[in-house]
């Protein structure tokens, strides 16, 4: 009689684990889904905003073709990206494409002064700032949830029940360099 109510109890810690194991794998999985949403949610912001700056810059340097011609390229492919790493790829192209539309507004005093121009670069900025966050956030919960999937005991139950390994939201190679500092 009392090895079989040890026997049950066995039992009842091993079912018990198995479901906050589960559980726990569930709730990672959906917090690095949450997390992907923040970020998209951000770079959908940025691709509002950048018809906007763009409208804004045409009146002052319309002959800076190329530059509008990347950026609007840049915003395209950033809304039809699809999966974590081909938004990141988009997401570089088109914050090189804005670094280049910054320049080209340098050049011009009277569009710097622009009460319009102002807004929505200050707009663009904070936006910006939230997008880095959100990718600090998305990688940080992407890393819990794939220490749970790699590790004993819980990767016998993400095997079973097939939790992937979710992608981190990397930057480009070109942008790890050390920008080079002249005075």
Do not use: C
Request: no cysteine.
């Amino acid at each position: 009689m009392i090895i079989e109510i040890i026997i049950v109890l066995i039992l009842i810690v091993i079912v018990v684990a198995v479901i906050l194991l589960y559980n726990g794998l569930v709730n990672l999985r959906n917090r690095v889904k949450n997390a992907w949403s923040q970020i998209d949610v951000q770079l959908k912001r940025r691709t509002d905003l950048i018809p906007n700056l763009v409208e804004t810059v045409k009146g002052y340097a319309s002959h800076e073709k190329g530059v509008f011609e990347n950026v609007t390229k840049a915003r395209s492919s950033l809304m039809n990206a699809s999966g974590v790493q081909e938004s990141a790829e988009a997401n570089n192209q088109l914050t090189g494409a804005l670094k280049s539309l910054f320049a080209v507004a340098e050049n011009y005093p009277d569009l710097k002064a622009s009460q319009n121009f102002r807004e929505l670069q200050a707009q663009l900025t904070e936006t910006e700032d939230k997008i880095a966050y959100s990718r600090q956030f998305y990688n940080d919960t992407v890393l819990r949830y794939n220490n749970k999937v790699q590790m004993f005991p819980s990767n016998i139950l993400a095997s079973l029940f097939k939790f992937n390994e979710a992608e981190f939201f990397e930057m480009a190679e070109s942008e790890r360099a050390v920008p080079e500092v002249k005075f």
